[in-house]
Each structure stands twice: as structure tokens, then as C-alpha cells.
């Protein structure tokens, strides 16, 4: 072997040896993470045990993550930090460096530097490399879209559509306006009180988009627990889920509105070029979304892929997936799709699949969610202390919470004062109080925050984030209970439903359905219902009435078509019952709103969706299929709805 | 804003959008393949329903792979490829390219290069950063071990520990003889035939390590549907999952010879001392998996943490993989530290976990390892069209191959020689040949080599494990059932087991229990077997008789603080049978052979292992579940263990 053969193998050599040490610090600092999280599920389960509710599972994450972020900040030796900040200052210009900390490793004497990446030697690490990208990446990519599809399986549809007019209201009108409101203030009370003058007007209202998103999961979590009102449960978590959505969109439409101006100098028409790409992104990414979910619906019902569950499970979480990696390849945000994705598959697909991978897939997309939220609070806890391109600015953070503060109160009385005006059942103040109170701040707005800190303004904002979102998910989260009392608001609401047996909860939502349906429905949303029940659900799954009995007749060879088996059966029994009590069957509407898929299933709704996280899934999974049962097998159906007619007539 | 700003600015947001047009492209590589899979899903759906089962999930995916592999390489554009031809050639010495492949973006009218772990643009392409890296992180970090924890955990314990003797004697030695033989054989031809001179004699072995790993997923898939005797396939069941770990460790010892023979100029004792790591890191992997399943074990046995389903689930997930993590931290191999882990967690943990939890976790690995094997497949297809750094060499992958079948036969008769020395249940020609048939070369092959193409030598690797995988699971794959018939190899063999109720087959089992055991239990493996019953069992379950009756009297104070209620109540019920049947308990061996825990929980190893992949899963967690009822119900238990003491006395 030649003597230059020689030394490059040796330089080779020299690289899997650094290679795999890399690897080895890589493995230890994914370690820190999972061992964290067993200590926080077994935290949880002595909580559970002991019956101590009130401390969430999120300040218990983001706790373990500041100890161990202490720690790690304490064991590294002063060297290794100057020889990082002396890095910072050579390598990048303004700051520019991405997010590790530093620890000697005595075995490999080197010292090498932690980055979420992994760690890289000193003398090789491509610090700018991974500035933006990796965060963001791994966030956005792998950790935000389960929480946010899980949010939408999961939602308890009945009270959402309800709520919608409030729900949309609060988070397309609200968060535009404290988007703004807070941009404006910050803006103005930054430049007039302190010496902040890098801090633009855009990245004011780049601030205001991020921390406008809220992320009320132990507000929840709590609301659960105690049974608060339903309505003002899917207000808040409406709200929440769809504000993420908008936070978003809202961002990306500032950020390319500013690389807008700035390439191609300032434009008069940019401003509305973004409002329109606002527009446009989120119907684009709602569209994906709902034709993926749609789609999905449709090759369960056809394929009859639910004889082999795994494969359905499958489908079902690629489908959802490629969801998200569709609209983000179309240069859409993926969490918006995602979203409605999740909430067409639970209104329609979820009634395709066998009962083996509804479960299944309920239980994986649980897991997924409570992985990734505590994964999320723990890198929070860890990042405060270690993260190094912090920028601490005590003004900064004490004015951005006034105007936070300040924004939410603004939006939330002003816009119930309008809602008001045409709700039946109006929004107290106790409820905007509450409403206001809950406008927690947590992975969201963090994950928006750390996608970009190569600015000192983006370092600005990404250390005031944390700094808001720890303190309102420690404060905010462990008040709720006593300001639930101090405002006096219903508790224990849904108890008389939740003790009774799954058959005369059945009963009850019948006889409930058709008042609540007059009281509260908007005209969009009845024709939507409307519309639903005689095209959507029979096309998409195998409910009653099916197509043939719902289009006019002249369809008929393509209604056909489109009809399964299950429906033709199910019609026969509907039939024979129609016998049995023809004056349901006389007006045309009872036809379609007695039809009994609609009133089980939103039952299903209301006992699966947050349970999850409460752990208290075991009862409620069995009652569900109980219900579930009932649902699939048309005889047992058949007397549930002799017993409802028997009931009603 | 000063103009310096406002430049730098500029350069921010070009950069910004950059990042953004990457991720827009790495979304549609990843959703490339979420379509890949779910195209896959959807055609095994279809061969399902037809009964078509001759052709595997895995051919399929590399089926489907080659063609989007071939479109891609033939949509980009000529100048494309020329332009990567010159980077390859200025930027990197040796042909040090990643894996990319390229394509142009007529949108951004841009072209980028495309790597696994998303495309970077040409002009800032880090090439050799991620030269090694990444594909390595992801298969090892993430796909594999969700494969092989699935191997471990579904397998079926009882006919792998009836036949562990030959398992580990394939594994262990088989292997290390195939290696060095292929290694020889390799070496010897290349230097005889051909001029690539720069094959050296250790890059022979390295050749020979990673070939020798045998993945016969396809094989196994075929025997399940045709139910081939149990014994062989637990034979080449167990061998495939051991070897895949002693390849890996093989490979990492050889790695780590020349690494030190280059740096430290060669020594004497390096030969010997990189033998030690091969048993230092085999031993230290087995007794961090094997630990960390005891933990688990211990965990959930005594926190009753089972009541919330959820908070166990993702205990056990979380403890699984921490003991990859570990292992991987400590420097030693996380593959067989994750391997053993399973076969520990499926052995005691799964035994306290509730029903739940233990659908929910064989649920959940079964579709990890659906889609990560699916993954590979796909990417094995796709990558042999556009991986850049291929380096064909037609008489060396014939040479290869020609070794490979070599070595596999010279192995499999020399070995089952000596076996059929001791074995009562002699090897047979017959089963040789279809052991020597099954040496299939799959993923972790693939993995392994795809770990580092630095070298022209590793690039030759890589291309000739990519073929040789390729042509052995198309061939060997679609031949099985043929070959079968052919040999004349017993099949549906337990069906008589099969169709019998589980009451009977549990009689069944109960009957040929002590016969079995005689025949064809080793002494170590009957010493094992008393001292999991006694002490292991016991200690980490809640199976009867828990220690207090093991265990000396003297103990007395330790073992009742590690016995559980459970097991308590058990023991009640136990004594009331011993009053009825006292025939059974005048010897110590009876009190332990036939409590009734271990054959009623090696039935249900039986029935779960490989039906996921099969989809008759639904029938058979059906059966499970009733097994398991029988199990839980002391009451139930009581009465079988009646009925089997009628049978016998």
C-alpha cells in the first residue's frame, strides 16, 4: 500500500472514530430524553394514584427538563463555554448560532458540543449548517403533526360544530386581531421605553403571529377532569386547535412579505399579495386536507380492507401522514391539512374501519400525542438554561406579557360582545373571563419561535416565548381549578348523562337532539348538516340512507354504484321498522335526522375524545363498544330505535 | 436601516427561502415513499382477498421501488448528471459522495441535489458532512430497531428455546464460518480474476460480515400460511434474528481492527484483543437488554401502573427504546441489546401488562415493523437506480454470490453433522437444504452496507449486497413453496392443534409437556428452565408459586415483600387444589412442571407471533384473548388445572 493510500486511510479511520463517538453522544442525549419521560409517566401515575390532579403532566416535563438543564449547564466547565462564545463570535456573524450545549466527555477527552442534532467535535462543527433547518424540521415534521392530527381525531365534533360560529370567530377574527394589536403595542412600547431599535416593525408583527398561538392542554386536561360545561370546553379548545392554524399561516405570510420587500424592494401591492397568500394557503391546505380525509373514507368503504386490520391501520396512518407531506411539498402548511384531515377521518373514515383499528388507531394517535407534547415541554425546560443564543431582555419579556395580556382581554370582550348579538345562548363574563384566562401558551408558539433564531430579534423573541409560555403553562395551568370556583362556573355539567347506561343516554340524546338542533344551529351549518346526512355520509361510509334513497331518482345507476351492501341491508331493516312506525317516516326531515348513525356516533365522539390523556380510557373504551356494538349489528339497532319510537311516539 | 443592514438582510431571507424550497422538496421525497407504501398496502390488500400469497409484501415493495427509482433517473436531465459528475470529481477525493439523486425543479428553476436526508442546493451542498452519517443515524436509530424489537418480542419462546442448541451453534458459529469463509473465498477469487487490487484482505472479511446476515422475512412468511413443522422454522427463525447481531458485531470488531491497525501500525495483539470486543460487546449488549426487560418487568409488576393503560404503554415503549439508547451510549450494540430486550419483555413483562397494553403493544410493533421493512424494501428499490456512488462489477457480485452459496452449504452440513451427534431429533438432508435455501439476504444486509460508501471498496460492498439482496429475495422468495413440495418437508403440521378448542389443545399441551421436555431439553437449558420457574418467574410476574414457596424459608422476610396480591390469591386457590388432587404435589418437580402459568402462556406465544404480517390476526387475538381470560381468572385456572389432573391421575 502506498504511503498516501496509507495516510488517507488513516484520516478515514480518523472520521469513523469520530463518527462513532458522535453516534455514542448522540444515543446519550436521546437517553436524557426518553429516561425523562419514564420519570414523568411514573410522575403521573403516582399523581393518578394519589388522586393529586392539578399539577399536568406538562409542568411536570417542562420541570424535569429545567433540573436537567441546570445540570448540564453546571457540568460543563467554564473553558468549554468561552470556547464557545469565542466560536460564536469568529464563525458567525450577528449571533448566529444553533441551539447545543456543551459537555467534556472525560473517556474521549475532547470536548464536543451538543446540538439537538447530535453533538459534532469542536474543530468540525458546521455551526451555520444547521442554524434554521433542523429544528424546524424535526418540529414541524415529526413531533408537531401527531399532536395536531390528534387534536382533530380526537375533538368532540358534536359541541365544535355547535360552537362554530364562536370557535371561528375567535381564532380567524381574534388571532388576526392580537396578532396586530399585540404587534403594534410591542412595537410601540419597545421603541418608546427601551433601546431595542433593531427590533422592526415586522418583527413585531412576526412576534405578535407567534405568540398569538394559545395551547390550553392542561386548562383541558383540568376542564375534563371536572366536567365543566361543554360548550365553553369546545369554545376554548376550538379556539386553540384552529388559532394554531392561523398562528402559522399568519407567520409565513409576514415572513414572505418581509423577503418580499426586501428583494424586490418595498411594494405597495405586497401587503395584499400576503393577505391574499393567507387566504389562499389556508383554503389550499383545508382542501388537502378534507379531499385526503375524503379520499381515505372512500378506500375504506370500497376496499373492505377492514377483513385485515393491520393493513387498514396502515393506510389509515400513511393516508394521514402524506396528508401533512402532501400540502407541505405544495408549499401549504401541513399542520392546517392535518387538522381537517383529522377531523374527516374521524366524521367519516372512522366509521369504515373494522372496531380493531378504530381502537387502534385511537390509542396509537394517544401515544403519539402524549410522546411528542412531553417531548416538547421537556426540550423546553432543558433549552431555557442551555440554549446559547439566548437574548435576555427582562423590558422585553415584562411589556410583550402586558400586551399579550392587554390583546386577549381586547379581542375576547370585544368579540363576545358581537357574538352576543346573535347567540341564543350568549357568552356570560364569567365564561370571557375564563375564555381569556385560558389563553395559555405552549408548543405552538415554542416550536414557532425556535424555527428561526438567526436575528438577534428572533433570538429576542425565541427567549421571551419560552420565558411566556413556561410561566403561563405553570401559572395559568395551576390556577384553573380555584378560578373555575372564584367565577362560579357549571361543573360536573355532563354527570346525569355519564351515569346512566349507554342505552338511555341514547334515549336522552335523541329527545335532546331535535331542541338543540332549533336552539342553537346556524342556517350555513343546517344546510351543512343538511347536506352531510344526504350526500357526504352515505357516500363516504356505510350509513343509512344511502345514496339510492337520498338523490333524486335519475342517479339512480350511479347512486347505485356507490351504495354498499351494509347500506342495502341496513335499508331493508329501516324499512321493516318504517312499518312498524310509520309516522316517524311521514315528514321528509325525520327521515333524515332519525337516521340512527348520526346520534350513536356522536355519542362515540363525546366518550373517546380526551380521555386519552386522563388515563381513564379503560371504562370509557368499554362503554364505546358497547355503543359500538350496538351500532353494528342492525338488530340491535333495530330495537334501539323501537325503543327510541316507542319513546318519542 | 443601514445598507450593510439591509444587505445582510437580504442574504437572511434569500437564505430563508432556500430553507423553505428544501423542505418543499425533502416533503416530496418522504411523500414519494408514503405513497410507495401505501400502494404496497393496497396491492397486498388485493392479493390477499385473491389468495394470492407467493408473492411478499417485501418483493412488492422493491418492485415498486424500482420503477419510481427508474423514472426519477431518467426525468433528470442529462446536464444534471454531468454537473454531479464534476462536484463528485473536484470537491470530493475517492468518489466520496452521499447518496443523492437528482432532479430539476422546473418551478425553481433550480436544480437540486437530493440526498435521503433532503436536497440541498448545489452551490452549498455540504457533501462529505453527511457522508457517512446519515444514513446510518436513521436506519440504526430508527428503522432497524423497531424490526428487530418486533422479531424478539412475537417470537415464538417455546419452539426457540426446544431448539435453542442448533439456533445458537447456526448463529453463533455458523456464522463466524460463512464470514471468514465468504471472506477467503472473496479475497482468494478477486485476486485470482479480476484486478480490483484495492480489495484488501480486511475488506474481505468486512464483505463477509455484512453478507452473512440472513433475513429470510419472506420465507417465514410462506411457511406461516403453509404451516411448515414448527422446529424448522424456529430454526431458521432464531438463526436469522441471532445472526443478524453477530453480524453486526462481527463487522464493528473488524472495523475497529483495521482502525487500530492503521493508527497503531499493526500489532500482534489487536487480533486477539478486537475477539474480546466481539464477546465484551456481545455479552455487555445482552446484559443491558436483558437487564433493562427485567426492569420493565419489575416496574410494571409492582407499580399496578397497568390500571392506566396509556402511562404503561408508553412505559414500555419508552423502557424498549432507552435500552437501544443505552446500549448504543455505552458503545456497545443497541441491535442486540434491543433484540434480547424483546425476548425478555415478551417472556415476563408482557405476562403483567393489562390486556390492553398487550394488544396495544404487539399492535404497535407490528406496524412499526410492517412500515420500516416496507422502507427498506422501497428504498433498496429506488436506490439501485439512483444511488450515485454505485460501483458495478459483474464478476464480482457472480464471484460473491458464488461464495455466498458456498459458504451457506459448507456451514449448514458441516454443522448439522456435528449436531445430529447429540440432537434425538436429527437434522435431515431434507431440512438442510431448506436451511441453506432460507439464507435470504434482506435489510439488515442492506443496512449494513449502506452504513459507509467512503471507499471504493465500501461503494463495490454496497452495490453488490444491493443485487445480491435483491436477486435472493426475488428467487429465493417466489421458490419457497416449490422447493417445498419439492423436498417434501412436512406441512400443515400443527393444524390438528389448530382447529381443536383451547381447552383441548391446552390438555394437548399439558400431555406432551413432560415428554417434550425429556426429549429434547439440554442440561443447561433444563437448569434455566428450573431457575425461571423458581426465581425469574416469580420474582418479575405475578405467576404462581411466587417466592415465598420457592425459595428457602429462611428468605422469608425478602421474598413476601416481593410477592404480590396477586399472587397471594393465587396461591389460596393453589393450596384448595392441592386438597383435591394430592397425587400431583408429592413431588417437588410436579409442583413446578405443572403449575399452570407457563404452558397456558407458551400457547399464546404460539399464536401471536408472525399473524400480523398475515393478517388473520383478528381470528387469532380472538383466541389469544380467551386464552388470556382463562389465564387471568384464578377461577378458570382452577378449573382447567381440575380437568388436567383428572386427565393425568
Redesign the interface.
Given at each position: 500500500?502506498s504511503s498516501s493510500a496509507?495516510d488517507?486511510?488513516?484520516i478515514?479511520?480518523?472520521?469513523?472514530?469520530r463518527?462513532?463517538n458522535?453516534?455514542?453522544?448522540?444515543?446519550?442525549n436521546?437517553?436524557i430524553f426518553?429516561?425523562l419521560?419514564?420519570v414523568v409517566?411514573?410522575t403521573?401515575?403516582v399523581f393518578?394514584?394519589r388522586n393529586f390532579r392539578y399539577i399536568h403532566e406538562t409542568c411536570l416535563a417542562l420541570f424535569y427538563g429545567f433540573i436537567i438543564g441546570a445540570v448540564l449547564r453546571h457540568t460543563s466547565t467554564s473553558d468549554t463555554k468561552t470556547n464557545i462564545l469565542k466560536m460564536n463570535d469568529t464563525i458567525l456573524?450577528?449571533n448566529n448560532v444553533p441551539n447545543y450545549i456543551s459537555f467534556e466527555d472525560s473517556n474521549m477527552s475532547a470536548v464536543y458540543l451538543y446540538s439537538f442534532q447530535?453533538p459534532y467535535q469542536k474543530d468540525t462543527v458546521?455551526l451555520d449548517?444547521h442554524k434554521?433547518?433542523f429544528n424546524?424540521?424535526i418540529f414541524f415534521?415529526l413531533i408537531l403533526p401527531p399532536i395536531i392530527f390528534h387534536a382533530g381525531y380526537s375533538m368532540k365534533r358534536k359541541n365544535f360544530f355547535r360552537n362554530l360560529g364562536a370557535i371561528l370567530m375567535f381564532a380567524l377574527v381574534g388571532t388576526t386581531i392580537a396578532c396586530i394589536s399585540t404587534g403594534i403595542m410591542v412595537y410601540g412600547s419597545v421603541h418608546a421605553f427601551s433601546s431595542l431599535d433593531f427590533f422592526?416593525f415586522t418583527d413585531s408583527l412576526y412576534f405578535g403571529a407567534i405568540i398569538s398561538a394559545t395551547d390550553p392542554v392542561t386548562v383541558l386536561a383540568i376542564f375534563n377532569d371536572l366536567n365543566v360545561d361543554v360548550d365553553l370546553y369546545a369554545i376554548i379548545f376550538g379556539e386553540s386547535v384552529l388559532n394554531d392554524a392561523v398562528c402559522l399561516v399568519l407567520a409565513n405570510s409576514i415572513?414572505k412579505y418581509?423577503?418580499g420587500a426586501?428583494?424586490d424592494k418595498f411594494d405597495r401591492t405586497l401587503m395584499l399579495k400576503s393577505l391574499g397568500n393567507f387566504f389562499v394557503v389556508f383554503i389550499g391546505s383545508f382542501a388537502i386536507g378534507s379531499g385526503m380525509g375524503c379520499l381515505t373514507a372512500l378506500?375504506t368503504k370500497f376496499?373492505?380492507?377492514r377483513?385485515?386490520?393491520?393493513?387498514e391501520?396502515?393506510?389509515f396512518?400513511?393516508?394521514s401522514?402524506?396528508t401533512?407531506?402532501?400540502s407541505?411539498?405544495a408549499?401549504l402548511t401541513?399542520i392546517v391539512a392535518v387538522l381537517f384531515c383529522g377531523i374527516f377521518q374521524a366524521h367519516y373514515t372512522f366509521n369504515n374501519l373494522?372496531k380493531?383499528s378504530q381502537q387502534?388507531t385511537r390509542?396509537?394517535f394517544?401515544?403519539f400525542n402524549?410522546?411528542a407534547e412531553n417531548f416538547i415541554f421537556i426540550y423546553i425546560g432543558i433549552t431555557l438554561f442551555t440554549f446559547p443564543s439566548h437574548k435576555w431582555d427582562m423590558r422585553f419579556i415584562i411589556l410583550s406579557i402586558m400586551a399579550i395580556c392587554l390583546a386577549r382581554v381586547l379581542c375576547v370582550v370585544f368579540l363576545s360582545f358581537i357574538l352576543n348579538l346573535f347567540r341564543k345562548n350568549p357568552i356570560s363574563w364569567r365564561w370571557q373571563m375564563m375564555i381569556i384566562f385560558s389563553g395559555l401558551r405552549g408548543a405552538f408558539a415554542f416550536a414557532l419561535a425556535i424555527r428561526?433564531v438567526?436575528?438577534h430579534a428572533r433570538s429576542l423573541m425565541y427567549t421571551t416565548t419560552s420565558v411566556i409560555v413556561i410561566i403561563t403553562v405553570v401559572f395559568n395551568g395551576t390556577l384553573v381549578a380555584p378560578v373555575l370556583k372564584l367565577l362560579k362556573i357549571r361543573m360536573n355539567v355532563s354527570e346525569e348523562i355519564e351515569t346512566t347506561s349507554s342505552r338511555d343516554r341514547y334515549r336522552i340524546m335523541g329527545n335532546n337532539n331535535d331542541e338543540q338542533k332549533k336552539q342553537s344551529k346556524t342556517w350555513l351549518l343546517n344546510k351543512w348538516s343538511h347536506f352531510d346526512k344526504i350526500f357526504m355520509k352515505p357516500l363516504l361510509t356505510h350509513s343509512y340512507p344511502p345514496l339510492t334513497a337520498t338523490l333524486p331518482p335519475c342517479l339512480l345507476p350511479i347512486t347505485r354504484l356507490l351504495t354498499t351492501k351494509e347500506q342495502r341491508t341496513m335499508s331493508r331493516n329501516e324499512n321493516s321498522l318504517s312499518n312498524l312506525t310509520p309516522s316517524m317516516m311521514n315528514s321528509d326531515d325525520s327521515i333524515l335526522n332519525n337516521n340512527h348513525t348520526v346520534p350513536t356516533l356522536e355519542l362515540i365522539d363525546m366518550d373517546n375524545s380526551d380521555d386519552?390523556?386522563t388515563?381513564s380510557?379503560?371504562k370509557s373504551?368499554t362503554r364505546t363498544n358497547q355503543v359500538l356494538d350496538t351500532q353494528m349489528d342492525p338488530l340491535v339497532q333495530f330495537d334501539d330505535d323501537e325503543t327510541l319510537a316507542n319513546n318519542i311516539g
Open positions: 500500500m496509507l488517507a486511510e488513516k478515514e479511520s480518523k472520521q469513523e472514530e463518527t462513532a458522535v453516534h455514542r453522544l448522540d444515543s446519550l436521546l437517553l426518553t429516561t419521560l419514564v409517566v411514573l403521573i401515575w393518578k394514584r456573524p450577528k447530535g458546521p449548517e434554521v433547518m424546524s424540521e415534521n422592526s415572513e418581509v423577503a426586501i428583494l378506500m376496499t373492505y380492507i377483513d385485515f386490520p393491520l393493513l391501520t396502515t393506510l396512518v400513511l393516508m401522514y402524506s401533512f407531506l402532501a407541505e411539498a408549499g401541513g373494522s380493531e387502534r390509542d396509537l394517544g401515544l402524549f410522546l428561526n438567526s436575528t386519552y390523556l388515563g380510557n379503560f373504551n
